[in-house]
Protein backbone atom coordinates (compact mmCIF):
# COMPACT_ATOMS: atom_id res chain seq x y z
CA UNK A 1 0.00 0.00 0.00
CA UNK A 2 1.29 3.37 -1.06
CA UNK A 3 2.00 5.92 1.65
CA UNK A 4 -1.08 8.42 0.32
CA UNK A 5 -2.76 4.89 0.72
CA UNK A 6 -2.34 4.50 4.29
CA UNK A 7 -2.71 8.52 5.06
CA UNK A 8 -5.95 8.12 3.47
CA UNK A 9 -7.01 5.15 5.73
CA UNK A 10 -5.89 6.61 8.53
CA UNK A 11 -7.81 9.82 8.06
CA UNK A 12 -10.92 7.93 7.42
CA UNK A 13 -10.56 5.76 11.15
CA UNK A 14 -9.40 9.29 12.54
CA UNK A 15 -13.05 11.04 11.20
CA UNK A 16 -15.84 9.72 13.14
CA UNK A 17 -14.02 11.03 16.59
CA UNK A 18 -13.46 15.00 15.09
CA UNK A 19 -15.26 18.06 14.81
CA UNK A 20 -15.78 21.41 15.89
CA UNK A 21 -16.70 20.25 20.08
CA UNK A 22 -13.33 18.68 20.37
CA UNK A 23 -9.57 19.62 20.47
CA UNK A 24 -7.49 17.79 18.18
CA UNK A 25 -9.15 17.10 14.47
CA UNK A 26 -5.36 17.37 13.05
CA UNK A 27 -3.22 13.85 11.56
CA UNK A 28 -0.21 15.28 13.39
CA UNK A 29 -2.61 15.02 16.54
CA UNK A 30 -3.69 11.45 16.24
CA UNK A 31 -0.04 10.73 15.54
CA UNK A 32 0.83 12.26 18.49
CA UNK A 33 -2.35 10.81 20.00
CA UNK A 34 -0.97 7.05 19.12
CA UNK A 35 2.39 7.75 20.66
CA UNK A 36 1.66 8.40 23.54
CA UNK A 37 -0.93 5.96 23.84
CA UNK A 38 1.99 3.30 22.81
CA UNK A 39 3.77 4.99 25.51
CA UNK A 40 1.56 4.49 28.05
CA UNK A 41 0.99 0.45 27.00
CA UNK A 42 4.61 0.17 27.93
CA UNK A 43 4.90 1.99 31.21
CA UNK A 44 4.53 -0.85 33.26
CA UNK A 45 7.05 -2.97 31.49
CA UNK A 46 9.63 -0.05 31.78
CA UNK A 47 8.48 1.09 35.46
CA UNK A 48 7.10 -2.85 37.22
CA UNK A 49 3.80 -3.27 38.44
CA UNK A 50 3.52 -1.06 41.50
CA UNK A 51 3.95 1.51 39.39
CA UNK A 52 1.55 0.55 37.29
CA UNK A 53 -1.29 -0.10 40.10
CA UNK A 54 0.04 3.49 41.15
CA UNK A 55 -0.99 4.84 37.52
CA UNK A 56 -4.17 3.13 37.53
CA UNK A 57 -5.63 5.43 39.82
CA UNK A 58 -5.33 8.52 37.65
CA UNK A 59 -6.69 6.57 34.60
CA UNK A 60 -9.73 5.63 36.59
CA UNK A 61 -9.59 9.22 37.87
CA UNK A 62 -9.70 10.25 34.43
CA UNK A 63 -12.93 8.46 33.72
CA UNK A 64 -14.37 9.97 36.77
CA UNK A 65 -13.35 13.78 35.19
CA UNK A 66 -14.87 12.86 32.19
CA UNK A 67 -17.89 11.48 33.47
CA UNK A 68 -18.48 15.46 34.71
CA UNK A 69 -16.72 17.13 31.25
CA UNK A 70 -20.39 15.23 29.57
CA UNK A 71 -22.37 16.99 31.94
CA UNK A 72 -20.64 20.06 33.00
CA UNK A 73 -18.80 21.27 29.81
CA UNK A 74 -21.03 19.99 26.73
CA UNK A 75 -24.52 20.26 28.57
CA UNK A 76 -24.24 23.23 31.39
CA UNK A 77 -25.11 20.65 34.22
CA UNK A 78 -22.66 21.53 36.96
CA UNK A 79 -22.92 18.90 39.34
CA UNK A 80 -21.23 18.09 42.60
CA UNK A 81 -23.27 14.03 43.02
CA UNK A 82 -20.75 12.59 40.22
CA UNK A 83 -18.93 10.88 43.50
CA UNK A 84 -22.28 9.82 44.59
CA UNK A 85 -22.77 7.50 41.56
CA UNK A 86 -19.11 6.73 41.85
CA UNK A 87 -19.44 5.50 45.57
CA UNK A 88 -22.99 3.87 45.00
CA UNK A 89 -20.93 1.58 42.38
CA UNK A 90 -18.02 0.67 44.58
CA UNK A 91 -20.60 -0.17 47.42
CA UNK A 92 -22.76 -2.04 45.58
CA UNK A 93 -19.22 -4.27 43.87
CA UNK A 94 -18.40 -4.48 47.49
CA UNK A 95 -21.98 -6.43 48.22
CA UNK A 96 -22.39 -8.54 45.25
CA UNK A 97 -18.83 -9.74 44.98
CA UNK A 98 -18.31 -10.53 49.31
CA UNK A 99 -22.01 -12.04 49.66
CA UNK A 100 -22.01 -14.34 46.09
CA UNK A 101 -18.08 -15.26 46.22
CA UNK A 102 -17.51 -17.33 43.11
CA UNK A 103 -15.54 -16.24 39.98
CA UNK A 104 -18.39 -15.55 37.73
CA UNK A 105 -20.15 -13.72 40.65
CA UNK A 106 -17.36 -11.09 40.42
CA UNK A 107 -17.27 -10.63 36.91
CA UNK A 108 -21.23 -9.58 36.61
CA UNK A 109 -20.79 -7.64 39.62
CA UNK A 110 -19.29 -4.91 37.56
CA UNK A 111 -22.09 -4.62 34.78
CA UNK A 112 -24.88 -5.08 37.60
CA UNK A 113 -23.10 -2.00 39.95
CA UNK A 114 -22.70 -0.07 37.03
CA UNK A 115 -26.10 -0.66 36.02
CA UNK A 116 -27.36 0.43 39.75
CA UNK A 117 -25.65 3.73 39.84
CA UNK A 118 -27.13 4.59 36.20
CA UNK A 119 -30.25 4.30 37.75
CA UNK A 120 -29.39 5.98 40.64
CA UNK A 121 -28.11 9.06 38.26
CA UNK A 122 -31.52 8.43 35.96
CA UNK A 123 -33.75 8.33 39.10
CA UNK A 124 -32.03 11.85 40.69
CA UNK A 125 -31.78 13.44 37.04
CA UNK A 126 -35.88 12.51 36.86
CA UNK A 127 -36.65 14.50 39.69
CA UNK A 128 -34.74 17.20 38.49
CA UNK A 129 -35.17 18.14 35.53
CA UNK A 130 -38.45 17.33 35.01
CA UNK A 131 -39.72 18.85 38.18
CA UNK A 132 -37.35 22.13 36.48
CA UNK A 133 -34.57 22.47 38.88
CA UNK A 134 -31.91 24.35 36.84
CA UNK A 135 -28.98 26.26 37.18
CA UNK A 136 -27.39 26.56 40.27
CA UNK A 137 -30.19 24.49 41.87
CA UNK A 138 -28.68 21.81 40.14
CA UNK A 139 -25.61 22.72 42.03
CA UNK A 140 -26.54 22.92 44.94
CA UNK A 141 -29.34 19.79 45.10
CA UNK A 142 -26.44 17.67 43.71
CA UNK A 143 -24.38 18.88 46.38
CA UNK A 144 -26.77 18.11 48.77
CA UNK A 145 -27.34 14.28 47.96
CA UNK A 146 -23.01 13.97 48.34
CA UNK A 147 -23.18 15.31 51.70
CA UNK A 148 -26.36 13.03 52.60
CA UNK A 149 -24.81 9.89 51.24
CA UNK A 150 -21.37 10.84 53.04
CA UNK A 151 -23.38 11.07 57.00
CA UNK A 152 -25.63 8.23 56.38
CA UNK A 153 -22.74 5.64 55.17
CA UNK A 154 -20.84 7.08 57.64
CA UNK A 155 -23.64 5.65 60.80
CA UNK A 156 -23.47 2.43 59.25
CA UNK A 157 -21.26 0.83 61.96
CA UNK A 158 -23.37 -1.00 63.90
CA UNK A 159 -24.27 -4.72 63.21
CA UNK A 160 -27.84 -3.97 62.25
CA UNK A 161 -26.02 -2.22 58.99
CA UNK A 162 -25.02 -5.42 57.58
CA UNK A 163 -26.74 -6.46 53.84
CA UNK A 164 -26.19 -10.65 53.73
CA UNK A 165 -22.62 -11.13 55.26
CA UNK A 166 -21.14 -7.96 54.89
CA UNK A 167 -20.92 -4.93 57.20
CA UNK A 168 -20.68 -1.38 56.12
CA UNK A 169 -18.63 -0.81 58.15
CA UNK A 170 -19.27 2.89 58.93
CA UNK A 171 -16.11 5.18 58.94
CA UNK A 172 -14.30 1.86 58.72
CA UNK A 173 -16.09 1.45 55.00
CA UNK A 174 -15.48 -2.86 53.66
CA UNK A 175 -12.12 -4.04 53.33
CA UNK A 176 -11.07 -6.83 51.48
CA UNK A 177 -13.08 -6.68 48.18
CA UNK A 178 -12.40 -9.36 46.08
CA UNK A 179 -10.13 -7.50 42.46
CA UNK A 180 -11.89 -7.53 39.70
CA UNK A 181 -11.91 -11.35 37.79
CA UNK A 182 -12.53 -12.48 34.45
CA UNK A 183 -13.45 -16.33 34.08
CA UNK A 184 -13.80 -18.17 31.05
CA UNK A 185 -14.46 -21.72 31.15
CA UNK A 186 -12.04 -23.36 34.12
CA UNK A 187 -9.54 -20.30 33.07
CA UNK A 188 -9.56 -17.14 35.06
CA UNK A 189 -7.80 -13.55 34.74
CA UNK A 190 -7.33 -11.72 38.25
CA UNK A 191 -6.72 -7.97 37.21
CA UNK A 192 -3.99 -6.47 39.26
CA UNK A 193 -1.05 -4.61 39.13
CA UNK A 194 0.51 -4.36 35.26
CA UNK A 195 -2.72 -6.10 33.74
CA UNK A 196 -5.32 -3.90 36.06
CA UNK A 197 -3.21 -0.99 34.30
CA UNK A 198 -3.67 -2.08 31.20
CA UNK A 199 -7.56 -2.89 31.46
CA UNK A 200 -8.22 0.71 32.82
CA UNK A 201 -6.24 2.17 30.20
CA UNK A 202 -8.19 0.19 27.16
CA UNK A 203 -11.32 1.41 29.08
CA UNK A 204 -10.23 5.27 29.66
CA UNK A 205 -9.60 5.02 25.64
CA UNK A 206 -12.70 3.82 24.87
CA UNK A 207 -14.41 6.07 26.62
CA UNK A 208 -12.66 9.29 25.41
CA UNK A 209 -13.09 7.93 21.81
CA UNK A 210 -16.80 6.82 22.18
CA UNK A 211 -17.57 10.53 23.93
CA UNK A 212 -15.10 12.12 21.15
CA UNK A 213 -17.69 10.34 19.11
CA UNK A 214 -20.40 11.08 21.05
CA UNK A 215 -20.13 15.00 20.92
CA UNK A 216 -19.10 15.51 17.53
CA UNK A 217 -22.60 13.53 16.12
CA UNK A 218 -26.16 14.88 15.93
CA UNK A 219 -27.21 13.89 20.20
CA UNK A 220 -23.27 15.93 20.83
CA UNK A 221 -25.14 19.08 18.52
CA UNK A 222 -28.24 19.19 20.48
CA UNK A 223 -26.19 18.93 23.92
CA UNK A 224 -23.82 21.91 23.06
CA UNK A 225 -27.07 23.86 21.96
CA UNK A 226 -29.02 23.00 25.63
CA UNK A 227 -26.12 24.60 27.32
CA UNK A 228 -25.78 27.66 25.13
CA UNK A 229 -29.74 28.44 25.81
CA UNK A 230 -31.94 25.79 26.30
CA UNK A 231 -35.25 28.18 25.90
CA UNK A 232 -34.29 28.36 22.13
CA UNK A 233 -33.50 24.60 21.46
CA UNK A 234 -36.74 23.36 22.88
CA UNK A 235 -38.45 26.43 20.67
CA UNK A 236 -36.89 23.78 17.80
CA UNK A 237 -38.73 21.09 19.10
CA UNK A 238 -36.25 19.32 21.32
CA UNK A 239 -37.11 17.97 24.89
CA UNK A 240 -34.45 19.76 26.89
CA UNK A 241 -34.91 17.33 29.54
CA UNK A 242 -34.95 14.48 28.64
CA UNK A 243 -31.39 15.49 26.84
CA UNK A 244 -29.89 16.64 29.95
CA UNK A 245 -31.40 13.31 32.38
CA UNK A 246 -29.98 10.99 28.88
CA UNK A 247 -26.57 12.85 29.89
CA UNK A 248 -27.07 13.38 33.26
CA UNK A 249 -27.43 9.08 33.37
CA UNK A 250 -24.60 8.94 31.02
CA UNK A 251 -22.09 10.70 33.63
CA UNK A 252 -23.68 8.30 35.82
CA UNK A 253 -22.82 5.93 34.05
CA UNK A 254 -19.06 6.35 33.60
CA UNK A 255 -19.18 7.68 36.89
CA UNK A 256 -20.45 3.75 38.64
CA UNK A 257 -17.87 2.34 36.21
CA UNK A 258 -15.11 4.51 37.63
CA UNK A 259 -16.09 3.32 41.69
CA UNK A 260 -16.25 -0.22 40.34
CA UNK A 261 -12.29 0.23 39.59
CA UNK A 262 -11.97 2.15 42.37
CA UNK A 263 -12.93 -0.57 44.95
CA UNK A 264 -11.17 -3.29 43.35
CA UNK A 265 -7.59 -1.40 43.06
CA UNK A 266 -7.44 -0.45 46.37
CA UNK A 267 -9.78 -3.42 47.74
CA UNK A 268 -11.73 -0.83 49.93
CA UNK A 269 -14.42 1.44 50.03
CA UNK A 270 -15.43 3.73 52.45
CA UNK A 271 -18.07 6.75 53.27
CA UNK A 272 -14.68 9.38 52.11
CA UNK A 273 -15.95 8.87 48.39
CA UNK A 274 -19.50 10.49 49.57
CA UNK A 275 -17.06 13.54 51.33
CA UNK A 276 -17.34 17.64 50.60
CA UNK A 277 -13.71 17.40 49.74
CA UNK A 278 -13.70 14.33 47.25
CA UNK A 279 -16.63 15.87 45.56
CA UNK A 280 -15.02 18.81 44.58
CA UNK A 281 -11.94 17.17 42.99
CA UNK A 282 -13.49 16.32 39.98
CA UNK A 283 -15.19 20.36 39.60
CA UNK A 284 -11.05 20.75 39.94
CA UNK A 285 -9.57 18.69 37.51
CA UNK A 286 -12.36 19.80 34.81
CA UNK A 287 -12.28 23.54 35.87
CA UNK A 288 -8.42 23.46 35.31
CA UNK A 289 -8.41 21.22 31.80
CA UNK A 290 -11.29 23.15 30.33
CA UNK A 291 -14.78 22.22 30.56
CA UNK A 292 -15.42 22.16 27.07
CA UNK A 293 -12.44 19.72 26.29
CA UNK A 294 -12.12 15.62 27.02
CA UNK A 295 -8.82 15.94 26.27
CA UNK A 296 -7.86 18.95 29.19
CA UNK A 297 -10.07 16.92 31.60
CA UNK A 298 -8.32 13.78 31.50
CA UNK A 299 -4.67 15.65 31.35
CA UNK A 300 -5.70 18.13 33.59
CA UNK A 301 -6.55 14.72 35.81
CA UNK A 302 -3.92 12.80 35.79
CA UNK A 303 -1.09 15.92 36.33
CA UNK A 304 -3.10 17.23 39.40
CA UNK A 305 -3.46 13.79 41.16
CA UNK A 306 -0.14 12.97 40.43
CA UNK A 307 1.04 16.09 41.59
CA UNK A 308 -1.33 15.86 44.91
CA UNK A 309 0.22 12.47 45.31
CA UNK A 310 3.32 13.53 45.63
CA UNK A 311 2.90 16.20 48.12
CA UNK A 312 0.96 14.00 50.39
CA UNK A 313 3.76 10.91 49.77
CA UNK A 314 6.26 13.91 50.82
CA UNK A 315 3.78 14.55 54.56
CA UNK A 316 2.74 17.75 53.19
CA UNK A 317 -0.75 19.05 54.79
CA UNK A 318 -0.94 21.23 52.02
CA UNK A 319 -2.27 19.41 49.45
CA UNK A 320 -4.94 20.36 49.06
CA UNK A 321 -4.42 24.30 49.67
CA UNK A 322 -2.21 23.97 46.24
CA UNK A 323 -4.79 22.42 44.37
CA UNK A 324 -7.43 24.87 45.62
CA UNK A 325 -4.89 27.81 44.49
CA UNK A 326 -4.52 26.28 41.06
CA UNK A 327 -7.92 26.60 40.78
CA UNK A 328 -8.26 29.89 41.60
CA UNK A 329 -5.74 31.06 39.11
CA UNK A 330 -7.20 29.09 36.53
CA UNK A 331 -10.13 30.97 37.15
CA UNK A 332 -8.98 34.05 36.92
CA UNK A 333 -6.33 34.02 34.55
CA UNK A 334 -7.24 30.77 32.12
CA UNK A 335 -11.04 30.60 32.60
CA UNK A 336 -11.72 28.35 29.52
CA UNK A 337 -9.21 25.75 30.87
CA UNK A 338 -5.33 25.66 30.31
CA UNK A 339 -5.58 22.88 27.58
CA UNK A 340 -7.77 24.96 24.87
CA UNK A 341 -5.54 27.69 25.58
CA UNK A 342 -2.43 26.06 24.53
CA UNK A 343 -4.58 24.62 21.77
CA UNK A 344 -5.23 28.39 20.41
CA UNK A 345 -1.79 29.30 21.12
CA UNK A 346 -0.35 26.39 19.11
CA UNK A 347 -2.86 27.22 16.54
CA UNK A 348 -1.72 30.83 16.36
CA UNK A 349 1.70 29.78 16.01
CA UNK A 350 1.24 27.60 13.61
CA UNK A 351 -0.96 30.36 11.48
CA UNK A 352 2.11 32.60 11.80
CA UNK A 353 4.44 30.72 10.64
CA UNK A 354 2.17 29.53 7.27
CA UNK A 355 1.79 33.19 6.40
CA UNK A 356 4.73 34.97 6.73
CA UNK A 357 5.34 37.58 4.63
CA UNK A 358 7.09 37.68 1.67
CA UNK A 359 10.37 40.08 0.98
CA UNK A 360 10.43 42.40 -1.44
CA UNK A 361 12.15 40.43 -4.45
CA UNK A 362 9.90 37.47 -3.76
CA UNK A 363 11.70 35.30 -1.32
CA UNK A 364 10.73 34.24 2.05
CA UNK A 365 11.51 36.56 4.86
Request: hydrophobic residues 50%; aromatic residues 12%.
Given at each position: ?????????????????????????????????????????????????????????????AILGLSLSIIWGYTGILSFGQ???????????????????????????????????????????????????????????????????????AQTAGSEWTVGSVALGGFNGI???????????????????????????????????????????????????????????????????????????????????????????????????????????????????????LLGAVVATVVIEWFRQQLSAT???????????????????????????????????????????????????
Amino acid sequence: MSEMGIGDTFDRLCRPFEGPNTIGNTRRFWIGFVVVVLALLGYPIGFGGYAASSAALYLLYAILGLSLSIIWGYTGILSFGQVVFFGIAGYSFALISMNLSSTLTTMLALPISVAVATIASLVLGYFMFYGEVRDVYVTILTLVVSIVMNTFMAQTAGSEWTVGSVALGGFNGIPAIPSLTFSVGDASVVLDGSSFYWFTLIALLVVYLGLRALVNGRFGYTMVATREDEDRTEMLGYDVRRIKLLVFGLGGALAGFAGVLYATWGNYVSPSVFGITFASIPVVWVAVGGRRSLLGAVVATVVIEWFRQQLSATGSQYAMVIVGAVLLLAILFVPEGVIPRLNVALLNVRDRSETTPDSPDGTPE
